[in-house]
């Protein structure tokens, strides 16, 4: 006896659907979204089953399935979510089948598994696939923004500018950090770049090799760095490390730094009260004349 499983399986698509929501309340599927709401919950299983029989009616057209799998990610979701649903899927599929065949023999049983996963492996394989694609590119995406952010050029001033250094410096942020300084210091003309290590926690002798390189490259292009943000307990590490760090200027705090740099371009803080007070202290000595 032959079975039209595709067929049974649409008759029964309600059937399918309901049964395949109420598994998925009972199954740990839930730890997946506990700190998400049960609309939200809920939306997305009734989409999930939506695409599946949608890919189904349509001879595995796999267009929803790709917009399904780029929201999933979107939302956080791990591949679980997906894998065990469609497990799921697949096992009430086969009970609803068996239950509709009037035949219960070992060739129908077997032919109604190899035709459930006939159709039910090609689509679930298609929904890890665009799952794995998009979070490729999502991480992608969040690792070139976390290079931006590793190494920010913030121009306070004109020719003066300030690279502020959070973490710990390997060699591939290094190599970030020398390319946004030299294209910073060229799109800002820079004369004067603060390099503030304050966020660094260990300076050894690679991290110190690295800003010794990057200051070396701002010098041969035109600018000056100053070293600022150095604590206490790093400078002793420098000294201990016997690291030279004569050839550009280095200060405790950036508030120092800044005041140097205001120097190096010929500008300087002015205390606006004292001029004032300089002001009236004139005009008394006038009228007392």
């Known amino acids: ?7 049974i399986v649409l008759e029964n698509k309600e059937k399918i659907e309901n049964k395949w929501l109420s598994q998925l309340d009972q199954t740990r599927l ?13 939306e997305q299983n009734r989409e999930f089953v939506s695409v599946i029989f949608s890919t189904i009616e349509k001879d595995n057209s796999y267009d ?24 799921t899927f697949r096992t009430v599929s086969i009970n609803v089948i068996l239950n509709a065949v009037e035949e219960e023999s070992k060739e129908v049983f077997l032919q109604v598994m ?10 679930k394989n298609q929904l890890i696939n665009e799952y794995s694609s998009n979070w490729n590119n999502t991480v992608s995406l969040q690792r070139v923004a976390l290079q931006e952010l590793s190494a920010p050029l913030i121009p306070v001033m004109e020719g003066i500018t300030v690279l502020p250094l959070v973490g710990t ?19 800002h003309r820079s004369s004067v770049v603060l390099i503030d290590i304050t ?17 070396e490259a701002v010098r041969l292009v035109g600018a000056t760095c100053i070293l600022v943000g150095i604590r206490p ?3 002793q590490t420098i000294v201990n490390l016997g690291i030279d760090l004569s050839k550009f200027p280095t200060k405790s705090s950036l508030k120092k730094g800044f005041e140097s740099a205001l120097e190096m ?18 005009l008394d000595s006038i009228g007392k004349e």
């Open 1 to 7: 006896m032959s079975v039209d499983v595709r067929s």
């Open 30 to 42: 839930q730890d997946y979204t506990s700190t998400i709401s049960t609309d939200l919950i809920e």
């Open 64 to 87: 929803h399935i790709n917009q399904f799998s780029e929201r999933i990610v979107n939302l956080g979701w791990p591949l679980g979510y997906l894998t065990e649903g469609m497990q």
């Open 114 to 123: 190899q035709d459930v996963n006939n159709w039910v492996d090609p689509i």
């Open 169 to 187: 410096i390997d060699t591939d942020r290094a190599k970030t950090i020398m390319e946004n300084l030299l294209d910073g210091v060229i799109k």
């Open 199 to 215: 966020g660094v926690p260990v300076v050894d002798t690679m991290v110190a090799h690295h800003i010794i390189q990057a200051a």
């Open 233 to 235: 307990e790093v400078a």
């Open 265 to 282: 371009t010929d500008r300087y803080i002015v205390s606006t009260k004292k001029q004032m007070d300089e002001a009236e202290n004139i």
